[in-house]
Every structure is written in C-alpha cells, then in structure tokens.
C-alpha cells in the first residue's frame, strides 16, 4: 500500500522529471480569506499586509458578513483580478470563512481576520518549506501580540508547553515537525492562531471546516480535526503575523460567556473518537476550561456556581481533586 502522504505531495510520481526540479517548480497557490464585518477602521491595514507579501498570494477572498458601515466600499475599491469581494447576511465569522473557502480556487487556505496583519514574509515562509517538503499538509507558527499604538508586547511560541517542548527538541532550528508528544501538549494549548495557519484545502475539506454552532472556540474545534487527519504538520519560528488584542471582542466583552462555550466545545470534542495523541491533548485542555470557568465565575462571585462547575469536572473524572479543593478554598474564602 502506498504510504499515505505519498496522495498530498504533487512532485512525487511525475516521468522524466527528477525530484528536485520539480519541488523548485511548484508553487504553492494561497488563497487568503477575509470575512470582515463592520470593520471599516482596520481592513485597509489588512488587506495591505496580504497585497504587499514577498510571496504574492494567490488569490485574496474577502467576505462582509452583514456589515452596515463603509466596509463593504473600503473592501470593493480593492476589487481586481487577485481580490475578490463577496457578501453574505451576517452568518458569524465561521459561516464567512465556509463561505470564502467555498470560493477559493487555490490549494492551499490562510485566514486573516480584519484587525490583524501579516508581516511581509507570512506566506514566503511557509511557501518555501512546502516546496522544500510537500508531504506537509498543516503549517503554523508563531506571531505577536499587539495592543492599542505601535506595542508589541509577547510572542506566542516560547508561551506554551508546546512551543517549550519543540524549541527544546530543535535547538537553533527555525522549522519545527510535531511528534506525538508536541500534538498533544498543541492540541492541550496550541501556540500560533488563525492568521498563522496554512493549510490544504483538500484537508480542510475533509475535517468539516468551521463549526458554526459556537461563537467562540470555533477555530480551536477545527484546529483539532485538522491535526487529527493531518499526516505532517510544522511550525516556523519567526512571527508571522501580529494579533490585535481587542477589547471588545467576544472573549473579552463577556468573559463568562466566551469560558462557558470554551467548556461546552471540548466537553463535546471529548466524547469523539480522536486518536490518542489527540484525545490527550483534549484532556489537558478540558481540564483548564474547567478551571478557566470556575474562576471566572470566582471573579464574579458567582461561588456556589464556580463549586458546581468542578464538581461536575470531578465526578466526571475531568478534573483532579486538587483542583477542585483549590477551587472549594477560593470559593469559601471569598
């Protein structure tokens, strides 16, 4: 039987053509996709991140999810044989990023939400690995975290247990191939975001895409399918992008909100049938929502209910005594 990674890499198997000329001549096809809603003060910037790479994105897709401000001009005046504008009545950001892979005609996918952007080598990065190594079929990597003015105040990576365990495994490397060990410390707290990712559209379309049924943790949901049917999956470590922290995004705006949907979506992912590697990760991450939740219910007062919340974790073996006796002391002591 042929070994399965053998189907996603376009330079194997080709007559007359040897290896090496025919990884220099593939050119991987990025179509970046844009939804956007009410975003008139931010677009501009990102789409300009996509048009100014080093290495041309294959096609840009932006998608106005409803907007009733000047979004929809800003986005059309950008309208070319490379940009793409569509609009749909506001769906959410997950049914507007379905839609926009719905429309992509590239191979591979990347995402850009419209109050990030991308550094000038976002694309160049991952292109030129993939030419180096097409049986990759998931890439990320690190990026920064912005705030109000020019600040950028941490990375990513060097974050999480993930990123600490792969910068420990290849020291001095700045590409970095998951094992099993890193999928599940990724999968328990992945580094990297959206605008990080790069991916086959074939994979993506075989994980089912974004789930619509959350407002939040949507993209962490899909990020588990797609390493679940990945065969190869890397991360570069220079940053490839910067993250607006926004104060009025939906984590932040309701913060109980955003830790009960967290919960929920990793109490459902728990109960499918992942490979282990995956459903270990699953379980570190199911752990911390627990956690997460409690003390945002703690924060708000909400005692008795921060006690509900793990002793249902513990009953349900989710979390361990010693969290919820750190919780019970929180809680009786406020």
Known sequence: MNNP???????????????????????????????????????????????????????????????????????????????????????????????????????????LDADDWYYPDRLTLHGEWIQQQPELDLLTGDFDYWVDGDNAIKRSLAQTPAGQYLLKKFPNHTQLIFDDHALSLFVGKHFGDTHTLSVRKTLFQQSGGYPTEFKVCEDVSLLIRLCQQSHRIGAVTQPLAAYYIHPSSATRANPLFAQQQTLAAYKKLIKEPFKPAIHAGIKIALRSAYLDLAYCQLNQHLNWAALKSMSQGFFNREVTLRDLLSVTKSALGN
């Not at 376009?10 to 844009?34: E, L, M």
């Open 5 to 111: 990674s053998d189907c996603l890499d376009p330079t194997k198997n080709t007559p007359g053509i040897t290896d090496a000329v025919t990884r220099a001549q593939y050119q991987p096809k990025f179509s970046v996709i844009v939804p956007f809603y009410n975003a008139a003060e931010t677009l501009t910037k990102a789409i300009y991140s996509i048009l100014q790479q080093s290495w041309p994105a294959y096609e840009i897709i932006l998608v106005d999810d409803g907007s009733t401000d000047n979004s929809a001009k800003i986005a059309t005046a950008f309208k070319s044989h490379q940009v793409h504008y569509y609009y749909q009545e506001n769906q959410g950001v997950s049914a507007a990023r379905n839609f926009g892979v719905a429309r992509a005609s590239g191979d591979w996918l990347c995402f």
